[in-house]
């Protein structure tokens, strides 16, 4: 109930946030927009606290939530992952699981996660500097603070997540080609996908340990 509260309140926020960060000076937020930002980041809160329960770690998750509510509709209005809501949520993560390691014990799930955030985003940046025209910087970013929250559950976990952003964000490419809404030079947001990925992931491991 509480996540649902919360949501509620910062579901509206987050979607003026979203439209600001895209059109600055922007200041009108659609109400359907509104409402559909609070219906999921109720959905993302309620499954943080199933994944999680009452610990540090849910701090970082229930932040990074409200992020990828944020992330994805910029991403997808202006094809940008603003690293200021990016590196909040990487601090905010790294602090909670950094607060959960010290009160319960999980510094080998500390040491995972942060291995897996330089791994996701090195390797990410490798591909970058290879394709300039696909994976930009802000997705970089994204897959670093990926890699963190995913790596914190495990390797598995992190790779799966990946593997099912970067299928969605190609099946999204080849439907808006087949439908001629864009064609193979169009830049296609990634967010996204890597973000629904990640979350379907978490969503089959179940309750952290």
Do not use: N
């Not at 919360?6 to 109400?31: E, I, K, S």
């Not at 499954?47 to 849910?58: E, F, I, N, S, Y």
């Not at 409200?66 to 202006?78: I, W």
């Amino acid at each position: 109930m509480a996540a649902v509260l919360a949501a509620a309140a910062l579901g509206p926020v987050l979607a003026r946030t979203a439209v600001r960060l895209a059109r600055p000076g922007t200041a009108r937020v659609a109400p359907v927009r509104a409402v559909a930002s609070a219906v999921v980041l109720a959905a993302l809160l309620c499954g943080a606290v199933l994944l999680t329960g009452p610990r540090p770690a849910l701090a970082g998750y229930a932040w990074a939530a409200g992020a990828a509510v944020v992330l994805a509709q910029v991403d997808v209005a202006v094809h940008r992952l603003p690293d200021r809501v990016t590196y909040p949520a990487a601090a905010v993560g790294a602090a909670a699981l950094l607060a959960d390691a010290a009160l319960l014990g999980t510094w080998p799930a500390l040491a995972r996660a942060l291995l897996a955030a330089a791994a996701a985003g090195g390797i990410a940046f490798l591909a970058a500097l290879a394709g300039p025209s696909g994976l930009g910087l802000g997705d970089v970013k994204l897959l670093a603070l990926l890699g963190l929250l995913l790596g914190w559950a495990g390797w598995g976990v992190l790779m799966a997540g990946v593997f099912l952003g970067l299928l969605a964000g190609a099946a999204v490419a080849l439907l808006l080609v087949a439908t001629r809404r864009a064609d193979w030079r169009t830049p296609v947001p990634f967010g996204p996908p890597l973000l629904a990925g990640a979350v379907l992931a978490l969503l089959v491991e179940g309750q952290l340990a």
